[in-house]
């Protein structure tokens, strides 16, 4: 099991941090949650390749680049999917700012999950999420 206790430190450090695309973004911070409560990334070998010149990526280089044609095929491919949401799940949902993927990446603090938009952070009930994953059991 992971640690409440990272995961709490991480989102308080970047809690004031501004949306900025490659650097603090809905899949770099899921990826850092991720790894502060978990103890390893789920998408580090993402991180460099999604970037296109300093520009997020359409939809479309998204499929060509990463060969899958959803954001859940790619998350089922690499994580196991959980019903219902725990505690530092990673987690989809279309309840907020979408992006060019069609849903927003989040994690999970219990009933509430953390998402980025341009504002800043924000919390949406779990149960307005559309998937949870967290990793394989060893």
């Not at 993402?46 to 939809?59: K, L, V």
């Not at 998350?75 to 979408?98: A, E, I, M, W």
């Amino acid at each position: 099991m992971g640690s409440k206790v990272n995961l709490n430190k991480f989102i308080e450090h970047v809690s004031s941090h501004p949306f900025e695309w490659g650097r603090h973004d809905c899949l770099t911070f899921t990826n850092s949650a991720f790894e502060a409560y978990w103890g390893e990334p789920y998408a580090q070998d993402w991180i460099d390749g999604y970037m296109i010149e300093g520009r997020p990526p359409t939809a479309r280089e998204l499929r060509k680049t990463f060969k899958y044609s959803t954001v859940e095929a790619a998350l089922d491919d690499r994580l196991c999917r959980c019903n219902p949401t725990k505690f530092g799940s990673l987690v989809t949902t279309k309840k907020n700012q979408r992006w060019v993927t069609g849903v927003a990446l989040g994690i999970s603090i219990g009933s509430r999950c953390i998402f980025l938009n341009k504002q800043g952070m924000i919390a949406i009930n779990a149960i307005d999420t559309n998937g949870a994953w967290v990793p394989h059991e060893k």
